[in-house]
């Protein structure tokens, strides 16, 4: 398992396709007992910063629609 910093620049792709293969590997029963508190506060430490990620880009979704309706409410007027 090659693990990445949660502060580098890795896209959200990078960070979801590394948790599928923790999951993977912390569900299978040969996973040794030594790895599996890494790999699962490493999954946590994916799992905050995604959810991160979409939370933070539902804001500029939201801000960005927002902006748009107000563009069309002036070009009406």
Known sequence: ???????DKASY?????????LVDE???DDCPVDQL??????AADLIRN?????AST??????VLKELE???KVDQE
């Open 26 to 28: 912390i569900g299978r």
């Open 37 to 42: 508190e890494i790999k699962v506060r490493r």
């Open 1 to 7: 398992m090659t693990e990445k910093n949660t502060n």
């Open 50 to 54: 995604l959810r991160g990620r979409l």
């Open 58 to 63: 539902e804001t500029t979704v939201q801000e």
């Open 13 to 21: 792709e990078d960070y979801l396709e590394e948790l599928t293969g």
């Open 70 to 72: 107000n563009d069309r």
